[in-house]
């Protein structure tokens, strides 16, 4: 399949004037693209070694606010310069922006050019290189769902955001007719990404009116968020060329189911599956059984960053395909963790609890850090859940608001010794300021509910 560029493969493109863009691009706190448009020449010539951002791309919001309160960087210090380092190995073509190529970046520090440790792409590294230290490499894929609807962003936003309309008209899971009549969208999303050297497998329609669902095969766990990521970026931007919008809002309306991203994942060592064990009556291998517990185990206090804003917890609702527990179960979608291929070598164990909201940086090196530290202590897995598990009333719930969520992870000893005080602290802070931010705000349902009978 077509792929990443090597740098010859691009400084020949620039040459031959097939590419005159090329994207530098970091990933911040909430798992956006952001960084410069460099003319290629430049970047093949000079910039390809470095350029540089301000430190407050790592400290703000959904907004692009400065809040107050984070070590990193603050109005005191200066908000001074981050190091944008490119991962040459991330080159690749962006097929839907004319003549313009893509690469990743890491971020470092201006003076020492260490990794910044709140860096998604370093998080993520850490547990990675924690889980080689130990023989496995971790194997990921996840499901990325949003909504299309009528009309586009700007369209949407000078309305502010009333009268949604979705593409479709009714519920168009797995349907084919419906999906049809989106291919002008969801076509040049499969081969575009596909010619990014994104291994697409498939999209479909999902479980709700205008809701879609895109799958990535799977890939090592940095390879898996590059690709979520771009994948996101590119739903929104080839959405927004057809005149529609696109979002990974989980919650968009009381009335309708949410949109959620599932995580798969397995580890591997010496290139063969290590949760497989063809002797047990699941075909788990103890090392699974103890990878399983530890995500069980830590789910609440890693939850904020599988559910990071205020809006993700209104997903969490019985009945909607949404865990609400955090148990595992045998190929059952009402469990917070589903064992997935069973006595094969596909087998797996998908996390549920996830939004679309979520940063997969951030996701899979909190769930990489549970899954170690559940084999470090060999954690006993427990019985599987069976039936509705909605109803299990002795099963651990999730945090079932962003305040909830956001005192599991400052109280998490366990991520406190595997991300670091600094990044746990700072990421506490995100989830503070999230919440400070809504407490402020007058919703439409106060006003409705009490204008005329308060």
């Not at 995500?295 to 960053?305: K, S």
């Amino acid at each position: 399949m077509p792929g990443t560029l090597s740098f010859d493969d691009l400084k020949s493109r620039v040459q031959k004037r097939t590419i005159d863009t090329v994207l530098v691009c970091l990933v911040d706190m909430q798992g956006r693209l952001m960084g410069k448009r460099f003319h290629a020449v430049n970047f093949i010539e000079t910039s390809y070694k470095e350029t540089h951002c301000c430190n407050y791309l790592l400290a703000t919001d959904l907004e692009m606010a400065t809040p107050d309160g984070y070590a990193a960087t603050s109005w005191q210090t200066g908000y001074g310069d981050y190091v944008m380092k490119p991962d040459l190995t991330t080159i690749r073509p962006v097929p839907w922006l004319e003549g313009t190529a893509m690469v990743l970046c890491d971020v470092l520090d201006h003076h020492t050019h260490d990794p910044i440790p709140h860096s998604p792409r370093a998080i993520l590294k850490k547990q990675i290189a924690r889980l080689e230290g130990l023989g496995f490499t971790a194997m990921m894929a996840t499901e990325l769902e949003f909504f299309l609807f009528e009309g586009s962003l700007d369209t949407i936003c000078k309305d502010g955001f009333r009268n949604l309309q979705p593409i479709s008209g009714y519920n168009e899971d797995y349907h084919i007719l419906q999906t049809t009549k989106e291919e002008g969208i969801m076509r040049p999303l499969r081969n575009h990404l596909y010619a990014a050297g994104i291994p697409v497998e498939n999209t479909k329609g999902e479980a709700e009116a205008g809701q879609e669902e895109l799958n990535i095969r799977y890939a090592a766990a940095l390879d898996c968020a590059d690709h979520h990521t771009i994948a996101k970026h590119a739903v929104k931007e080839i959405a927004w060329s057809q005149g529609h919008a696109a979002t990974f809002l989980p919650k968009w309306s009381a009335d309708r189911v949410g949109s959620s991203s599932h995580v798969h994942q397995s580890l591997w060592q010496d290139d063969m599956p290590a949760f497989v064990n063809t002797s047990d009556p699941l075909g788990m291998s103890d090392l699974m059984r103890n990878y399983m517990a530890g995500l069980i185990a830590y789910a609440p206090e890693y939850t904020y960053f599988l559910a990071p804003y205020v809006n993700s917890y209104k997903r969490f609702a019985k009945g909607t395909f949404a865990p609400t527990k955090t148990v595992w179960s045998v190929d059952n979608r009402t469990a917070g963790f589903r064992l997935c291929g069973d006595n094969t070598n596909g087998i797996r164990v998908e996390c549920r609890i996830g939004g679309s909201d979520l940063n997969p940086y951030l996701a899979q090196a909190a769930m990489l850090a549970a899954g170690i530290k559940g084999i470090e202590d060999k954690l006993e897995l427990a019985p599987a859940t069976k039936g509705d598990v909605y109803e299990d009333a002795g099963a651990q719930e999730i945090p079932r608001t962003l305040r909830a969520a956001t005192e599991t992870l400052r109280g998490s000893d366990m991520l406190r010794t595997e991300m670091g005080d600094e990044v746990i602290d700072h990421y506490v802070r995100a989830a503070e300021w999230e919440q400070e931010e809504f407490d402020k705000a007058v919703t439409d349902w106060e006003i409705a509910r009490g204008f005329e009978r308060a």
